[in-house]
């Protein structure tokens, strides 16, 4: 038989790598166990809105993956913001212990397949899914009347056994695989600028929902890819000054605001006519500067496009690992040449053109955006599929659920027809039982009129016989009298 040791529903606890006390992590723990089979199921929540919360990912910590005799419970030794304590604090005087667990290797990782996010905060979760030296900090107010069950639990050398997940559990949640969650880069435990906000200075926390913890930067992706700026800046010096036409690209420095090619009349009035020579010399120039925009954009495009559309797809995409293996790289590889075909026909078809001013980011941005398109359209088929996936799942789970109020229902009248049975056994045995009493007493009071009736009759045949034997008495002399004779007066 399967026990909890804290509330079914699990307890909110706070969890971090023993490495690292400051990355912290708000909760829910189930400690449940048979035996010696024993499993630690911590449940991160993520909140949807204000009065909505979804379980994120489950961290579960199998008995066969704890080193035997490693636990140990201490007194909490770190520094906790008051906001965090008082979400894991139960009512009353609390008592917060922490509770440090080794493990064999990496815990299994358990998600809701429609919820999943392969975000910045998954990916900092892992962080936590890979330590195999975890702290768990809570309120030992909550073991109650298991304490004693909880320190033998922690005092067993033996080695655990793994408690394996109920049907339940598995028909809603999906365990991820190593091999797969290994690709997810891991984050570096330093402050990182929101990359929503470039720049705005506002430093993304561990997670939004959760206790306070250092922020993290993604270094992989935050950190801009090598542009080609030599060659752009080439591009830039070989540039007529002519303003009217010129087949290369406008020159902009990347760290300034790009402003319209054409100038203002000022400018054009104040700026002298090109000579012959400056004409001849920009379209000598021109064929050169073209070539090397064309390269320049060719190995942007090359640098650019893999990080990109894996970025979009590891945030957009409820990634598994067919996914990463069979999708990620074909879509890469299909896209890329097709491209880059259009990017240098593009640029071609613009050397006829002499109004025609191609610039590094209309090429790349053009690029990028045919190539999210596709990629968007790929997402929207898959995701199409697994929403008619959940709607098939939703209905059998709804069939489910009716047969279990079903039952449950047919339960509930057989206990309560058992308990009448119950109740009317007990009132007739007590009517019995009452009935029985009622009859002694009625004997014994017909008893006693018996006994006071015949003391009575008793009194009365007594006196009845005194007085007949009177007259007997009386009688007997009578007679005797008459039978005497009578003496002769002579």
């Known amino acids: 038989m399967v026990k909890t040791v804290l509330r079914k529903t699990g307890v909110d606890v706070l969890v971090y790598p023993a490495h690292d006390a400051s990355a912290q992590w708000l909760c829910s723990l189930k400690i449940l166990r048979s035996n010696l089979q024993l499993t630690f199921s911590l449940q991160h929540i993520r909140s949807v809105s204000n009065e909505r919360e979804i379980p994120y990912v489950t961290l579960r910590y199998e008995g066969d993956n704890l080193v035997p005799g490693s636990m140990s419970l201490k007194d909490l030794d770190i520094n906790v913001s008051p906001g965090s304590l008082s979400k894991i604090t139960r009512q009353g005087a609390p008592e917060f212990q922490t509770l440090f667990i080794t493990l064999k290797q990496p815990c299994s990782v358990w998600y809701q397949e429609q919820d999943l996010n392969i975000d910045m905060n998954f990916r900092r979760l892992l962080t936590l899914a890979r330590a195999t030296q975890v702290c768990i900090c809570f ?42 969650l290994a690709f997810i880069p891991a984050v570096e435990p330093r402050a990182r600028v929101s990359s929503e906000e470039p720049g705005s200075g506002i430093v993304s926390s561990i997670e939004d929902t959760g206790p306070e913890a250092p922020p993290f930067e993604d270094v992989e992706y935050d950190n ?132 025609h001013h191609p610039t590094l980011s209309t090429e790349v941005e053009r690029a990028f955006t045919s190539a999210h398109e596709s990629c968007v359209q790929e997402l929207e088929e898959t995701l199409d599929q697994r929403v008619n996936s959940a709607s098939i799942e939703l209905e059998e789970h709804s069939d489910e659920i009716r047969v279990d109020l079903a039952t449950y229902k047919e339960d509930c009248i057989a206990s309560c027809n058992d308990h009448l049975n119950e109740i009317k056994a007990g009132f007739d045995q007590g009517v019995v039982e009452r009935v029985k009493d009622l009859e002694n007493i009625a004997d014994m009071v017909v008893l006693k009129a ?30 005797r009298a008459r039978s005497l004779p009578v003496p002769d007066g002579s």
């Open 450 to 479: 018996m006994d006071r009736l015949n003391e009575h009759f008793d009194h009365i045949g007594t006196q009845t016989v005194r007085k007949r034997g009177d007259v007997l008495i009386a009688s007997e002399q009578s007679q």
């Open 139 to 180: 309120d030992t107010q909550w073991l109650a009347e298991n304490a004693a069950m909880f320190q033998e639990i922690i005092q067993i050398s033996e080695q655990f056994a793994r408690l394996p997940p109920t049907t339940r559990f598995t028909q809603i949640n999906t365990k991820a695989s190593w091999s797969f």
């Open 224 to 355: 801009p890819p090598p542009y080609v700026n030599v060659s752009y800046a080439q591009v830039s010096v070989k540039r007529s000054r002519r303003t009217d036409s010129s087949l290369t690209p406008d020159a902009h420095d990347p760290k300034r605001p790009r402003e319209h090619s054409c100038p203002s009349p000022e400018t054009e009035r104040a700026t002298p006519a090109p000579s012959l020579h400056a004409e001849s010399t920009a379209s000598s120039s021109a064929t050169v500067a073209v070539d090397l925009f064309q390269e320049a954009v060719t190995s942007a495009v090359n640098e650019l496009l893999p990080h990109v559309l894996e970025k979009e797809l590891l945030e957009k995409e409820l990634l598994r690992e067919e996914l990463w293996k069979k999708k990620m790289t074909p879509v890469v590889m299909e896209v890329l040449p097709q491209v880059l075909k259009e990017l240098l026909q593009t640029t071609s078809a613009g050397h006829d053109d002499s109004t």
